[in-house]
């Protein structure tokens, strides 16, 4: 069965820093694209953060641009989000997501992913 498993979210305060984690099983991921969305309590789900399959490339929402960081670990079929800085309005459930299509491009738009996590809660208290 393949799966993306995320782990490392939990309750912060604002300031703070938190390492999401992204693990495959099943099937590898190392020649895919991924990455992270969100999802606040009554809003749509938004991009997050995206990377190439080789981490060549990366992009980010502006609301988290200098502030999160997305990577990746090929060998451990992983993909991570170090987030710092943490203020109260990223409060969320975090996803991460992989894109099977080979592309010539990063997709930031969430109908391009095929394959989610269940999501891991960050919260960001005042």
């Known amino acids: 069965q393949v799966q993306l498993v995320e782990s490392g979210g939990g309750l912060v305060q604002a300031a703070g820093s938190l390492r999401l984690s992204c693990a495959g099983s099943?099937?590898?991921?190392?020649?895919?694209?991924m990455a992270w969305f969100r999802q606040a309590p009554g809003k749509d789900r938004e991009f997050v953060a995206a990377?190439?399959?080789?981490?060549?490339?990366?992009y980010y929402a502006d609301s988290v641009k200098g502030r999160f960081t997305i990577s990746r670990d090929n060998a451990k079929n992983t993909v991570y989000l170090q987030m710092s800085s943490l203020k109260p309005e990223d409060t969320a459930v975090y996803y991460c997501?992989?894109?099977?299509?080979?592309?010539?491009?990063?997709?930031?738009?969430?109908?391009?992913?095929?394959?989610w996590g269940q999501g891991s809660q960050v919260t960001v208290s005042s």
């Open positions: 997501a992989a894109d099977l299509r080979f592309r010539s491009f990063v997709a930031r738009d969430q109908s391009e992913y095929d394959y």
């Open positions: 099943g099937r590898t991921f190392s020649e895919n694209n």
């Open positions: 990377t190439s399959w080789n981490g060549g490339v990366t």
